[in-house]
């Protein structure tokens, strides 16, 4: 690890980057602010030149790896909208929805839909919750509910699936292990084996989408959502009244170029998508690697997952992800103008659209890193290891990183900006605590992303929530309200586990479990208790329902 610090003073571009982000909720104008900050101390005051030199080395790094990620963004971009505007979206919308006839169904088949829509989480909000709206109101499921259910398998979901949130993930363990000084493949795991290892540990992302699977097949609810819902059932309005619902959909995502969606236009794009990246992955992962195993010598178990690591470990699957988004645009452009949906202007003026929506998601990219620089040169990681490392144990490390994390998040509203604060601190904290073994690196990782994205849910200024009550048409802060019970349910679930796992060394894939059965039983128990305080019954739609307009 790096001796070099500039003491106290390290702190003030995050913190600087937080407190500006609470009051002017800008947060990419925040992180500049911190960024330059940085750079003042940086150099005795000549901050605005060196603020740029970082931003553009952040940008175009020698190794190429920030540029291919920002071109990753923009492709998915892309591929989202293609799909969308040639009727994919909507015509695997129609495909789950057909019968769908009641609360549960729905609510099972927004769940499952949101949980396929890996590709990001503006695209899920965006996919997911209009296509769903419209069944969902005529199931009388409340405005509230539905962004709960896409808000919670949006973020969680992207952080495992083909997405840029993953790409981005990558970026921050080696941004830590730059803080750290730690050699990735040598002193500690491959960046994509550490992800890996830290799944286990992401655990408020996994019990968020477990939650919603409770939550929708038990039709139990608590808190503010049990009101909403029961508002919903009875009186027929999905909306309290005197709301303020966000603006719609479709202007954003433009009008579909077909009034007959077929399920092609969603299935080959995403299928090539798919196929590439593994492809991609094996093949770079063979080509790297150096294993004593023998490719033809796989006849035990034991070989053959040895073979298996190794090959996963040295894969490089931010190439196979540049070829396989690439991949899924140039497949969607070509169905579409041979298909006769599109000429190729219209193709590629989507493709433009699609670049467009991505600028916010690239601005925050490109500024987290920058600050990740920040926080490098002026050692902020190594002046907190030292101050933590007298009091922080291994016990309650990831507690620590997780909360951290999490007030950070709900402070400014960006789980990206987030993770590019804490993962510069918390690797070389987990380093140092660990007494300079990769040990507790899995769960300083998973834990930094878990902190950032209950935040993120929690947060009224987040994009993400934004954009889960625009495209479901709920009023915000009522969306705020109504998740923030669920999302600290789920949040008190994950801290006990990770308390559990620290005393005992118990495996995480041993208490994911535990965690889900005690999640059911606060489920079942909240329910229980707040109906009767309130004087209902727990699963609204067992209640006695009123006539409305609606079912005119």
């Given at each position: 690890m790096a001796a070099e610090t500039f003491g106290l003073i390290s702190l003030v571009p995050p913190f600087l980057a937080i407190v500006l982000a609470i009051v002017t909720r800008k947060p990419i104008l925040s992180l500049f602010l911190g960024i330059w900050s940085g750079a003042v101390i940086f150099t005795g005051g000549h901050g605005v030149v060196q603020t740029l030199e970082w931003v553009a080395g952040s940008i175009g790094d020698e190794s190429l790896f920030n540029p291919k990620i920002m071109m990753i963004v923009l492709f998915l971009g892309a591929g989202v909208a293609l799909i969308w505007r040639l009727g994919g979206a909507a015509a695997i919308a129609n495909a789950a929805t057909s019968r769908l006839d009641t609360q549960r169904k729905v609510g099972l088949g927004t769940w499952i839909f949101g949980m396929l829509w890996f590709f990001g989480d503006y695209s899920n909000t965006a996919i997911v919750g209009t296509t769903m709206r419209e069944i969902a109101d005529e199931m009388r499921i409340s405005r509230e509910k539905l962004s709960y259910i896409i808000d919670s398998t949006?973020?969680?979901?992207?952080?495992f699936g083909i997405s840029s949130w993953v790409v981005y993930q990558l970026s921050m363990i080696r941004e830590g292990y730059d803080a750290a000084g730690i050699e990735a493949g040598t002193d500690a795991p491959a960046a994509f084996a550490l992800f890996i290892q830290s799944v286990p540990f992401n655990m408020y992302c996994i019990f968020a989408v477990?939650?919603?699977?409770?939550?929708?097949?038990?039709?139990?609810?608590?808190g503010e959502m049990l009101d909403a819902e029961h508002r919903s059932w009875k009186e027929g309005k999905v909306l309290r009244d005197n709301a303020v619902p966000m603006q719609s959909a479709e202007e954003s995502l433009g009008e579909m170029l077909t009034d007959s969606p077929q399920?092609?236009?969603?299935?080959v794009p995403v299928g090539s998508l798919i196929v590439v990246v593994f492809s991609g992955a094996i093949y770079t992962g063979l080509q790297a690697a150096e294993s004593n195993v023998s490719l033809l010598d796989v006849n035990s178990i034991s070989g053959f997952f040895s073979m298996l690591l190794d090959v996963v470990g040295n894969a490089d699957f931010v190439s196979a992800l540049?070829?396989?988004?690439?991949?899924?645009?140039?497949?969607?452009?070509?169905?579409?103008?041979?298909?006769?949906?599109?000429?190729l202007d219209e193709a590629m003026d989507t493709v433009i659209d699609g670049f467009s929506m991505m600028l916010t998601a690239l601005s925050i990219l490109v500024m987290a890193w920058t600050i990740g620089t920040v926080t490098t040169e002026l050692g902020t990681g190594v002046f907190v290891t030292n101050v933590a490392e007298q009091f922080v144990t291994p016990l309650l490390l990831p507690v620590v990183v997780l909360l951290?994390?999490?007030?950070?998040?709900?402070?400014?509203g960006t789980s990206w900006g987030t993770m590019a604060i804490v993962?510069?601190?918390a690797v070389p904290l987990a380093w140092s605590v660990a007494g300079g073994t990769p040990e507790l690196l899995p769960a300083a990782i998973g834990t930094v992303f878990s902190g950032a994205i209950?935040?993120?849910?929690?947060?009224?200024?987040?994009?993400?929530?934004?954009?889960?009550?625009t495209f479901t048409g709920a009023d915000h802060i009522d969306h705020v309200r109504t998740q923030m019970y669920y999302?600290?349910?789920?949040?008190?679930?994950?801290?006990?586990?990770?308390?559990?796992?620290?005393?005992?060394s118990v495996t995480p894939l041993v208490l994911l479990p535990v965690g889900v059965v005690a999640l059911y039983g606060l489920v079942y128990v909240l329910s229980e208790w707040d109906a009767n305080r309130k004087d209902v019954v727990p699963q609204a739609a067992r209640a006695p329902r009123e006539a409305s307009a609606s079912d005119d």
């Open positions: 949006a973020a969680p979901v992207a952080t477990v939650m919603v699977g409770i939550i929708v097949i038990t039709q139990r609810d608590f399920l092609r236009y969603f299935l540049l070829w396989g988004t690439f991949t899924m645009v140039s497949v969607g452009i070509a169905m579409g103008v041979l298909g006769g949906l599109a000429d951290a994390s999490a007030l950070i998040a709900f402070s400014t993962t510069p601190i209950f935040g993120d849910h929690c947060s009224p200024i987040s994009d993400t929530t934004i954009l889960s009550s999302a600290v349910t789920v949040l008190t679930v994950a801290i006990t586990m990770l308390l559990v796992w620290g005393a005992t």
